[in-house]
């Protein structure tokens, strides 16, 4: 049996002490190989056993009080080999992107974060139209099985409204079937895990095949299980599983 565990999670700047005890606790409890994390700071690490790599996003613009120097929009942190580091020509800032060696063949790992509704000239169907044409390019050029493309998409993808444009969804939706990927935390897949009536907004896609190994989806909400607050994002991650050799 071979398997991996991808995760993400936006922990909200990652700057404060008390918060960041709380998510490494979580972060332990999830125990994933890859994580794909969002407005992160350098300082975050993965807590768990194993030798780990990473892969960022340029330095975030201090364009708000909470942004201190070591902030990230996107860190892929893995503790399998990294053998390809990869620059994004759309977007070096919000995205980042590694090849990855994983039990299950070479996956290209994309990190994102798109827009958001008061996100001022930024349009979520231009840019994730654009970063496409970067993963599309990195797939090319790479060896390279699957893709998974993880992080906060800032929409949620079927069920109730809970975050987003509609059009925005439609765009996102229309953007991953192009490129034969599959959303993984679609309400429909993490709504009955959740025992919630809203759809995430951070999300893993992956490519059609890897997504036949995939397991359920596993869901923590912000707050922890003593009701402290850990972020103001729910995380998300899906273990794969295969039998082949």
């Known amino acids: 049996m071979h398997f991996m565990k991808i995760a993400t999670w936006n922990v909200a700047y990652g700057v404060s002490p008390s918060k960041n005890t709380r998510i490494l606790e979580q972060m332990a409890l999830v125990d994933a190989d890859i994580w794909v994390l969002t ?35 996107v860190t892929i942190w893995s503790r399998l080999p990294i053998v390809d580091t990869l620059v994004p020509s ?3 800032v919000r995205t980042s992107a590694g090849v990855i060696v994983t039990p299950l ?29 970067d993963w599309k390019s990195m797939l090319r050029w790479h060896e390279c099985i699957s893709a998974c ?24 939706r229309s953007v991953l079937a192009d490129q ?44 922890n299980k003593e009701g402290e607050a850990m972020s103001d994002h729910c995380g998300v991650a899906v273990e794969f599983r295969s039998d082949n050799e």
């Not at 063949?105 to 044409?133: C, H, I, K, M």
């Not at 493309?149 to 996102?172: E, I, M, Q, S, T």
């Not at 919630?196 to 036949?212: M, N, R, T």
Request: glycine share 8%; proline share 6%; no cysteine.
């Open 39 to 73: 407005e992160t700071h350098d300082d975050l690490r993965p807590p768990t056993a194993g030798e780990w790599h990473s892969v960022s996003s340029s330095s975030r613009p201090r364009e708000a009080r909470a942004v201190r120097e070591g902030s990230r929009w």
């Open 90 to 92: 759309h977007d070096p």
């Open 105 to 133: 063949g070479n996956l290209l790992v994309f990190g994102t974060v798109l827009p958001w509704y008061q996100d001022v000239g930024r349009s979520v169907a231009e840019e994730f139209t654009s970063q496409s044409e």
């Open 149 to 172: 493309v993880a992080g906060d998409f800032n929409v949620n993808l079927g069920g109730p409204h809970y975050y987003g444009r509609g059009d925005d969804k439609d765009a996102v």
């Open 180 to 223: 034969d990927l599959v959303a993984l935390t679609a309400f429909e897949l993490t709504g009955p895990v959740q025992h919630v009536e809203f759809g995430l907004i951070d999300h893993i896609a992956v490519s059609q095949a890897l997504s036949e190994q995939a397991q359920p989806a596993q869901v923590w909400q912000r707050e």
